[in-house]
C-alpha cells in the first residue's frame, strides 16, 4: 500500500495530504487526551503502536508470487477507536518513508490515508457491528482486522486508478488493474493480519483484563477472579 | 499445555502455513517481488517516459533495506516484549495487594 516517492503526481499528493492531515491532528490529540485520562491504558497503547510497527515490516509471499505485509492498525483501532492510529499508523510511514525509503513524504497523505484513516475506521466499524450482532470476541477482531487490511489495500488501488486512469477504460479499467497488483495479492495477508491480530488480543485479555473492560473491548463487568471471555 | 496456549499456538501456525505454502507451491518460478514494486512498474508501463517527480533523499541499497525492515520489526517486537512484561508484572503485583474492604 505504499505508494512510491513522487508517483503520485503533485496535485493529487497535494490533495491527500489536505484529506489526511486534519485525521492526523486529531488523532495527536486523541493520544494525548487517552493518556492524560487513563495513564494505566499507556502500555496498551504503547502495544497498538509497537503492533502495526512489527506487523508492516513484515513482507509475506502472496499466491500471486508477489509479496506484500499486513498494517496492523486494526488492533489499535479496537482498542481505542480509530482516531489514535491515524498518528500511530502515520508514524510507522514517515519512519519507512524516511529509512526504508518505502512510500515517500509526498505521497504520505495518500499512504496515511489509507492505512492510518481507513484501514482503522473500517475496523472500528466492523468490530462494533459484529458485536452489536452478537459475535464473539475472537470473531469480532478478526473480520475487522482482515478486512481493514483488505481496506488499505483497496484504497491504495483507487488512489492511484484516480491518478493514473487507463486509457481506453478510464478509473474504473484502472482501479480493477491496481485491484489486481494489490488487494488480489492481499487476500491471504488478510487472513493472516486477522489470525496475528486475535493472537495478540488473546495476550492482552490475560495479561490486562480490567483496562479492556474500561476500554470497552471486554463487556463482563470488572471481577477479578472470574473466568475470562476470550 | 492449557487449551488456550493450544489455540494461541494454532494461531502462529496458521499464519506460517498461509505464508509457506505459496513458496513451496509456485516458490520456483517467482521471485514474489513487492506488490508496491509492481504498481510502480504498471504505472511506467502505461505512461512510458514517465519519471517521477520527486525521489527519496536517502534510498538504501536493497540489501541495507532488507536489514532496516528486520530493524524495524526488532524494534517493534522488542518494544510490545517489554510492554507484555510490564503489563504481566503490574497485573501480578496489583492482584497482590488486597482491597481496603477485603478481610485477608
Not at chain 1, 509497537?50 to 505485509?69: D, E, N, Q, W
Not at chain 1, 497523505?109 to 464473539?136: D, E, H, K, Q, T
Not at chain 1, 481496506?151 to 488501488?157: I, V, W
Request: charged share 15%; glycine share 10%; with cysteine.
Amino acid at each position: 500500500m505504499h505508494i512510491a516517492e513522487g508517483y503520485l503526481p503533485p496535485l493529487h499528493a497535494a490533495a491527500w495530504t489536505v484529506v489526511a492531515a486534519p485525521f492526523v491532528v486529531h488523532g495527536a490529540r486523541a493520544v494525548v487526551k487517552q493518556v492524560r485520562e487513563d495513564p494505566d491504558t499507556k502500555l496498551l497503547l504503547g502495544a497498538a503502536g509497537a503492533f502495526a510497527f512489527v506487523l508492516s515490516a513484515l513482507k509475506i509471499p502472496s499466491v500471486t508470487g508477489s509479496s506484500s505485509h499486513p498494517t496492523g492498525t486494526g488492533l489499535g483501532a479496537i482498542l481505542f477507536r480509530p482516531p489514535v492510529m491515524a498518528l500511530l499508523g502515520t508514524i510507522v510511514l514517515v519512519f519507512q518513508a524516511l529509512l526504508i525509503a518505502h512510500g515517500g513524504i509526498t505521497t504520505l497523505g495518500a499512504n496515511a490515508f489509507s492505512m492510518a484513516i481507513v484501514g482503522p475506521w473500517v475496523a472500528y466499524a466492523v468490530f462494533v457491528l459484529v458485536r452489536r450482532l452478537g459475535g464473539g470476541l475472537s470473531v469480532g477482531v478478526f473480520l475487522a482486522a482482515s478486512l481493514a487490511d483488505l481496506a488499505t489495500y483497496s484504497t491504495t488501488s483507487v488512489q492511484l486508478a484516480l491518478a493514473y486512469p487507463d486509457a481506453t477504460s478510464g478509473v474504473l479499467g484502472s482501479v480493477v488493474k491496481f485491484g489486481t497488483i494489490f488487494s488480489v495479492t492481499q487476500i491471504p495477508l488478510a487472513v493472516c493480519e486477522g489470525l496475528l491480530t486475535v493472537l495478540i488480543v488473546r495476550l492482552l485479555v490475560k495479561v490486562s483484563p480490567d483496562e479492556l473492560r474500561r476500554l470497552g473491548v471486554l463487556r463482563r463487568p470488572a471481577t477479578t477472579s472470574a473466568p475470562q471471555e476470550v | 499445555m492449557s487449551r488456550s496456549t493450544l489455540v494461541n499456538w494454532l494461531l502462529v501456525l496458521a499464519v506460517l502455513v498461509i505464508a509457506v505454502v505459496p513458496l513451496v507451491f509456485i516458490g520456483s518460478e517467482t521471485e514474489f517481488g513487492g506488490a508496491d514494486g509492481l504498481a510502480v512498474e504498471q504505472i511506467e508501463a502505461d505512461n512510458p517516459g514517465f519519471e517521477p517527480w520527486f525521489t527519496p533523499l536517502f534510498e538504501p541499497e536493497s540489501e541495507t533495506a532488507s536489514t532496516l525492515f528486520a530493524l524495524q520489526a526488532a524494534i517493534g517486537a522488542g518494544f510490545l516484549g517489554y510492554l507484555f512484561g510490564s503489563l504481566t508484572t503490574r497485573r501480578r503485583l496489583a492482584s497482590r495487594v488486597p482491597a481496603p474492604d477485603d478481610p485477608t
